[in-house]
C-alpha cells in the first residue's frame, strides 16, 4: 500500500507559479497529477513512468512540469503561467502495476488533494 500526501497548493494570481509536493510511502513506477474543480469531472493533468517518461494533457503543456525524485519518493507539479482555469483541487495518485503509464489506467492509490486557486 502507498500513502500520499500533498502540499504546495494556495491561491495565486493569474500568470503566477505554483509546485506541489506529493510525498509517497513506497514506489510506485507510475504516478500523475490529476484535478478536478466544482461542478467538473476529474481530470488527469500529467504522469511519470519510471523511466523518467511524461504525459499531459493539451491544456497545461509548455506550463506545467511533472517530476519525481526517486530518493525521496516525491512527486512534484511546477505550474508556472497559472491561468483561472487551473483553480482546482490538485490530487496526487500512484499505481504500483507495470506497464504504460498513461492518465487513463487505474491508479489504485490517492492523495487527499490539495486546493489550487488562481485568480485573474
Known amino acids: 500500500q502507498v500513502q500520499l500526501v500533498e502540499s504546495g497548493g494556495g491561491s495565486v494570481q493569474a500568470g503566477g507559479s505554483l509546485r506541489l509536493s506529493c510525498a509517497a510511502s513506497?514506489?510506485?513506477?507510475?504516478m500523475g497529477w490529476f484535478r478536478q474543480a466544482p461542478g467538473k469531472e476529474r481530470e488527469g493533468v500529467a504522469s511519470i513512468d519510471r523511466y523518467g517518461s511524461t504525459m499531459y494533457i493539451v491544456s497545461v503543456k509548455g506550463r506545467f512540469t511533472i517530476s519525481k525524485d526517486n530518493a525521496k519518493n516525491t512527486l512534484y507539479l511546477q505550474m508556472n503561467s497559472l491561468k483561472p482555469e487551473d483553480t482546482a483541487m490538485y490530487y496526487c495518485?500512484?499505481?504500483?502495476?507495470?506497464?504504460?503509464?498513461?492518465?487513463?489506467?487505474?491508479?489504485?492509490?490517492w492523495g487527499q488533494g490539495t486546493q489550487v486557486t488562481v485568480s485573474s
Open positions: 495518485a500512484a499505481d504500483p502495476r507495470y506497464g504504460f503509464c498513461d492518465m487513463g489506467r487505474g491508479f489504485g492509490y
Open positions: 513506497g514506489y510506485a513506477p507510475c
